[in-house]
């Protein structure tokens, strides 16, 4: 089982940054993936990035490729989404999600939401234009 808080929304101006935080806890974490997700009013949640505890290999969605970045930190079991060059269409509830595995099966990326058995409470995140 994973327990997973975030933090770190908050309001900014188009072309800014924020970092947001997914605290992480759990007897099966080093063998979980860490993902983040987004949903925007009226649209269906968007997978934007994941990584794989073991290791740390990450993919990002290339709507967001170069704009976001996820990364780790093992001392503080915290997952982190650094984003830049926000735009007023990234306005959304952020969202971190866990499954136990790798992102990846074969040829096959778990990017759905369905993929993922548990999640955070979710951050909302406005970037004004």
């Known amino acids: 089982q994973v327990q997973l808080v975030e933090s770190g929304g908050g309001l900014v101006q188009a072309g800014g940054s924020l970092r947001l935080s997914c605290a992480v806890a759990?007897?099966?974490?080093?063998?979980?993936?860490i993902t983040w997700f987004r949903q925007a009013p009226g649209k269906e949640r968007e997978f934007l990035a994941a990584l794989t505890w073991a290791g740390g290999s990450t993919v990002h969605e290339d709507s967001v490729k170069g704009r976001f970045t996820i990364s780790r930190d093992n001392v503080e079991n915290t997952v982190y989404l650094e984003m830049n060059n926000l735009k007023p269409e990234d306005t959304a509830v952020y969202y971190c999600?866990?499954?136990?595995?790798?992102?990846?099966?074969?040829?096959?990326?778990?990017?759905?939401?369905?993929?993922?058995?548990?999640w955070g409470q979710g951050t909302q995140v406005t970037v004004s234009s």
């Open positions: 759990g007897p099966t974490i080093s063998s979980s993936t």
């Open positions: 999600a866990a499954k136990l595995g790798t992102y990846y099966s074969g040829a096959y990326y778990y990017t759905r939401p369905d993929d993922y058995a548990y």
